[in-house]
Antibody, heavy 119, light 110 residues
C-alpha cells in the first residue's frame, strides 16, 4: 500500500527557509509519476506550489517561483520542498502528493504537516 | 480570490441531490484542460473523487459524478449521506502555466 509522509520543522522564523521532506513508501519514485507540494493556509483553500519528476525536471507556481525549490532524492525515495524568505503568510498545512501528470490530478496525498512562521 | 470560482457553501438533506459548480475561463476550463474534484475532511488528506471531468477512481461511489459545460464544470452528489459533509475543491490547469484550485465549497448535510 503506497503512502506519503511529510516531515520537517513545525515552526520557522520569518525570513528563514522552510524545508520539508516527503517520504514515499510502497512505490519507487523512479518508476514514474510526478510528485508535488500543495498547501492550505488556515481558513483558506488549496494552493499548488510545484511539481517534480524523478529526473529532477520541475514546474513551479509562477507566483512563488522565485522562492520555491523542489528536488528529488531517488536513493532515499524522497522529494523535498524549500521555500525561502518566509513570512506569516506562509503559515499553512503543507501536503505532498503523487501527481499523474504536470497538468493533471493528484491521486494520492500525504496527511499534511502544519508549518507556522513566527518569531 | 481564486481564478476558479466555487460557491462557498451548499447544503442538502440526506437522500437529496446537490451540485457544486466550478467556473473558470477560456484560459483554463474553456481551453480544454481537465477538471478534477477532491473531497477534504478536516484533519485528513484530500481524496480524489473525479478526474478528467467525469472519471471516478476505483472505490469512489457512483453517487459522485462530474460534468463540464463551456468554461464551467460541476460535481453532483446524489443520495446525500451524513459522511459526505466535507469541503470540496475543483482543480484545473491554466495557460499561465499554473495548476489552479477553486476556493473550495463546504457541504453541509442537514
Amino acid at each position: 500500500q503506497m503512502q506519503l509522509q511529510e516531515s520537517g520543522p513545525g515552526l520557522v522564523k520569518p525570513s528563514e527557509t522552510l524545508s520539508l521532506t516527503c517520504t514515499v513508501s510502497g512505490y519507487s519514485i523512479s518508476s514514474g509519476y510526478f510528485w508535488g507540494w500543495i498547501r492550505q493556509p488556515p481558513g483558506k483553500g488549496l494552493e499548488w506550489l510545484g511539481t517534480v519528476y524523478h529526473s529532477g525536471t520541475s514546474f513551479y507556481n509562477p507566483s512563488l517561483k522565485s522562492r520555491v525549490t523542489i528536488s528529488v532524492d531517488t536513493s532515499k525515495n524522497q522529494f523535498s520542498l524549500k521555500l525561502s524568505s518566509v513570512t506569516a503568510a506562509d503559515t499553512a498545512i503543507y501536503y505532498c502528493a503523487r501527481i499523474v501528470d504536470p497538468i493533471a490530478e493528484s491521486d494520492l496525498w500525504g496527511q499534511g504537516t502544519l508549518v507556522t512562521v513566527s518569531s | 480570490q481564486s481564478v476558479l470560482t466555487q460557491p462557498p457553501s451548499v447544503s442538502g438533506a440526506p437522500g437529496q441531490r446537490v451540485t457544486i459548480s466550478c467556473t473558470g475561463s477560456s484560459s483554463n476550463i474553456g481551453a480544454g484542460y481537465g477538471v478534477h474534484w477532491y473531497q477534504h475532511l478536516p484533519g485528513a488528506a484530500p481524496k480524489l473523487l473525479i478526474y478528467g471531468y467525469t472519471n471516478r477512481p476505483s472505490g469512489v461511489p457512483d453517487r459522485f459524478s462530474g460534468s463540464k459545460s463551456g468554461t464551467s464544470a460541476s460535481l453532483a452528489i446524489t443520495g446525500l449521506q451524513a459522511e459526505d459533509e466535507a469541503d470540496y475543491y475543483c482543480q484545473s490547469y491554466d495557460s499561465s502555466l499554473s495548476v489552479l484550485f477553486g476556493g473550495g465549497t463546504k457541504l453541509t448535510v442537514l
